[in-house]
């Protein structure tokens, strides 16, 4: 897009060193009325959603800070807590967490 100088002088609007690209993407109706009740108005979906797309992914690139942060106690006591882990295996963990 072309703007007009002072001068009257036509000069092209600087380009941004990432720009950004329309898409399309479908999401549940309520989770969309939750975000547009948290954004005030002067704050962009758009911006808040790159966001979030861009910090999940600087996860998925880095190890997981509650494998490597947790003492081994609390990652026997996140295993016990998840509904997909085994009974024997979490009655074993139960023994060595009452330990």
């Known amino acids: 897009m072309l703007e007009m100088s002072k001068g009257g002088r036509r000069m092209s609007r600087r380009r941004s060193s990432n720009p950004t690209k329309a898409i399309s993407v479908t999401i549940p109706e309520n989770l969309l009325q939750e975000l547009d009740e948290r954004l005030s108005y002067s704050q962009s979906r758009s911006r808040f959603i790159a966001n979030a797309v861009e910090e999940k992914l600087q996860k998925y690139d880095s190890p997981s800070p509650l494998v490597s942060d947790s003492s081994v106690r609390q990652l026997m ?4 807590a998840r509904d997909e882990t085994e009974k024997v295996l979490k009655t074993l ?3 060595l967490l009452s330990e």
Do not use: P, R, Y
């Open 93 to 95: 963990l139960l023994q």
């Open 77 to 80: 006591a996140a295993l016990v």
